[in-house]
């Protein structure tokens, strides 16, 4: 009985997980699209935190590096979420009307 390489098991999880994630992602109502974004923010700030850890805990330079590099990704989707998010939350203030002219001023 052969067993499946735990590389190849990696690969069918990830192709999987693309997959699941392409259609949850583009099945959501619009409405819904702000409060996820808040919480992939939640999540990508955990990441950083885990990053962070495994960065400080790796004695390779390579992986030093690496760790860096996810803290720096991580941040900027965090930011970038919040940007996008605070964007989104603008676009369903109501506008004031201007008061009219008045006329012979």
Known sequence: M???SPTLTNLIIFVLAIYVGYHVVWTVTPAL???LMAVTNAISAIVIVGAMLAAALTETPAGKTMGVIAVALAAVNVFG???????MLEMFKKKERKAPAKEGA
């Not at 979420?81 to 964007?87: E, P, S």
Request: a positive charge.
């Open 2 to 4: 052969d067993v499946i």
């Open 33 to 35: 699209h702000t409060p």
């Open 81 to 87: 979420g919040f940007l996008v998010t605070r964007r």
